[in-house]
């Protein structure tokens, strides 16, 4: 199976900062790579597909990058609806596996 | 508008059995694949199963091979998620997820995301 590894496992921010969560796959993913947030008690929505397609209705604030192993997701001005947990999901193999997730906690 | 919603979760014990559904509407059920995504209280995600339009094809994780089978029916606009020999381990919260599966390359990777999901029901496992 191919791990995910997402580093931080949690953060503290503001409101305004730009923010940057990563993810690592254990072999290379191409761009197969999604990401999803979830808030407490929700289920989770998509953000970002095939690791740089916007999902229609998120707002562009959110961006994804990467290729191979190494990818990011970035908030450039982090509003308070999106103190969250965040997670990458590859769909290169069969599991499809996700990331440990990433805690973004209001400083 | 597009909504997936999902029944069946419930306290049962281990080695037991229970069928979860979920009903789909606002889209054409029959045109997606449909995917089971599990969380476990306080945990991540893990996905436990995917199913072709027609289900043709399907897939799942190991840990749950030989004891779930994920099912359609499309007159129904509906998902199933058929469980046995249940586990504490199984204990999770259950999400049904509308997935696209598109583009791919020659060696048969496809890319696959899931853009709407159910609430979730949950499933406890426990004696």
């Known amino acids: 199976d191919i791990q995910m590894t997402q580093s931080p496992s949690s953060l503290s921010a503001s409101v305004g900062d730009r923010l940057t969560i990563t993810c690592r796959a254990s072999q290379s993913i191409s761009t197969y790579l999604n990401w999803y947030q979830q808030k407490p008690g929700k289920a989770p929505k998509l953000l970002i597909y095939a690791a740089s397609s916007l999902q229609s209705g998120v707002s562009s604030r959110f961006s994804g990058s990467g290729s191979g192993t190494d990818f990011t997701l970035t908030i450039s001005s982090l509003q308070p609806e999106d103190f969250a947990t965040y997670y990458c999901q590859q769909s290169y193999i069969t599991p499809q596996t996700f990331g440990q997730g990433t805690k973004v906690e209001i400083k | 508008e597009v909504q997936l919603v999902e029944s069946g979760g419930g306290l049962v014990q281990p080695g037991g059995s229970l069928r979860l559904s979920c009903a789909a509407s606002?889209?054409?059920?029959?045109?997606?694949?449909m995917s089971w995504v599990r969380q476990a209280p306080g945990k991540g995600l893990e996905w436990v199963a995917n199913i072709k339009q027609d289900g043709s094809e399907k897939y799942s994780v190991d840990s749950v091979k030989g004891r779930f089978t994920i099912s359609r029916d499309n007159a129904k606009n509906s998902l199933y998620l058929q469980m046995n020999s249940l586990r504490a381990e199984d204990t999770a919260m259950y999400y049904c997820a509308r997935g696209r599966r598109n583009g791919g390359d020659s060696r048969g990777h496809y890319y696959y995301y899931m853009d709407v999901w159910g609430k979730g029901t949950t499933v406890t496992v426990s004696s």
């Open positions: 606002g889209f054409t059920f029959s045109s997606y694949w």
